[in-house]
């Protein structure tokens, strides 16, 4: 059974802030790498794909990755209180099902 | 971006009725499409992965009867609810897999479906 665990939080975190959000999968062999957001009531939006060992940044929005500590990680810089929602780390699950297997998420709270 | 549409966005049906809720990539061909429903707070919940031109495969416990669902093309899936009853009255999205280059998935705004 492949897993992917994140910390469900809350994470709360000053506005301007550094918020640091960490995932971990099970399966050694996954080879892409997801963050979605998902505000309250809505679809989860993609933000991140991550695919290769090291860090890759957009915008705010950097995402790190560390195949050998099977780990990935996204920090956002200068939280916004806009940022404030659920954050989803997911990994297809391989083997031609090409499902996702989500995190139970962590919720982020950017305090003004 | 790559965009997946869904509608309708808010549907109300009365016990006993269908409701058929569309799911369509916008700018790209998708092989694979994907159905969720979602209770609130909590995850999102995986009913069935559907493959253009074939039956979709449904998650243990999932009536495929009652969920049906088609992707007759390489851009649209449809989720029908038969028979709706309130206890079905849940938030359903869908997900379309991105296969070129490196793969993405992306999701559509979800259907807010009330039965009463």
């Known amino acids: 059974q492949k897993e992917v665990e994140q910390n469900s939080g809350p994470l709360s975190v000053p506005e301007g802030a550094i918020a640091s959000l960490n995932c971990t999968y099970s399966d050694r062999g996954s080879q892409s790498f997801f963050w979605y957001r998902q505000y309250s009531g809505k679809s989860p939006e993609l933000i991140m794909s991550i695919y290769s060992n090291g860090d890759k940044e957009d915008g705010r929005f950097t995402a790190q990755l560390n195949k050998a500590s099977q780990y990935v990680s996204l920090l956002i810089r200068d939280s916004q209180p806009s940022d404030s929602a659920t954050y989803l780390c997911?990994?297809?699950?391989?083997?031609?099902?090409?499902?996702?297997?989500f995190g139970k998420g962590t919720k982020l709270s950017v305090i003004p | 971006g790559a965009v997946v549409s869904q509608h309708p966005s808010r549907v109300i049906c009365k016990s006993g009725t269908s409701v058929k809720i569309e799911c369509r990539s916008l700018d790209f061909q998708a092989t694979t499409m994907f159905w969720y429903r979602q209770f609130p707070k909590q995850s999102l919940m995986l009913m069935a992965t559907s493959n253009e031109g074939s039956k979709a495969t449904y998650e243990q416990g999932v009536e495929k009867d009652k969920f049906l669902i088609n992707h007759a093309s390489l851009t649209l899936s449809t989720l029908t609810v038969t028979s709706a009853h309130p206890e079905d009255s849940s938030f359903y999205i869908c997900s379309a897999r991105d296969p070129w280059g490196t793969p993405k998935y992306y999701f559509g705004s979800g259907t807010r479906l009330t039965v009463v």
């Open positions: 997911a990994v297809p699950s391989g083997a031609g099902s090409y499902q996702l297997t």
